[in-house]
């Protein structure tokens, strides 16, 4: 699964890497957590351009009764995304590219579990494939929240966890955006792909959400 994740380059570079005419400002964030509001990117059908969207991590249907459900959809796992009642519609219509530059995953070590942080090779700025949708409060708030699809984890994940996150290579950012692909032989081949990633041991510290700083991508030991 994927639990934290980082986005902590500047906007410019975002802009320059998505191929954007504008970003919101926004400053570093080393520990994001679900629950809150991430960076995405989307295309809709009325715009002839992807844009920026600020979505809360935690996919809540439009049929939910209670927001709380999207704790525990922070993720999709794609071997089951066209099936789950939760996902099979935003798989088809509604997919976004959740913005990152690294992700952490626990390793057991005995009792506890060691935090390790994930980049791509190049340290670049990349997208996972997301989800999205939107949801009305009984208070007619209007809410609109994502989730992150996982895989198995590759070579250099599964040492530490069997699961990851899917990042998006970026010669398929515009196929996975487009609304007018709709079938699942059209759309999950776009994630077969894999870039290459390096890990580190993380500070424990990312446990707690409260902490957010660069010391977190760096183990104390």
Known sequence: MCGRFSLTV????????FK???????????????????ATLVKRKEAPE?????????????????????????????ETVTEKPSFRSAIKQ?????????FY???????????????????EVFAFAGLWETWNSPEDERVIS???????????????????PIIVPSQHYQAWLDPEVTTPQDILPLLSDRDR????????????????????????E
């Open 94 to 102: 509604r997919r976004c590219l959740i913005l990152a530059d690294g």
């Open 146 to 164: 994502c989730t992150i699809l996982t895989t198995a984890a590759d070579a250099v994940v599964s040492p530490i966890h069997e699961r990851m």
């Open 197 to 220: 990633l390096q890990a580190k041991p993380a500070s424990t510290m990312v446990n707690n959400p409260k902490y957010d700083s660069p010391a977190l991508a760096v183990s104390a």
């Open 50 to 78: 992807k844009q920026f969207q600020w979505m809360r991590w935690g996919l809540v249907p439009s049929w939910a009764k209670d927001i709380k459900i999207g704790y525990k959809l922070i993720n999709a796992r794609v």
């Open 105 to 123: 995953e626990w390793q057991k070590q005995g009792k506890q579990k060691q935090p390790y942080y994930f980049q791509l090779e190049s340290g």
């Open 20 to 38: 954007l005419s504008q970003v919101p400002d926004s400053q570093p964030r080393y520990n994001i957590a679900p629950s809150q509001n991430i």
């Open 10 to 17: 500047s906007p410019e570079a975002i802009a320059q890497q």
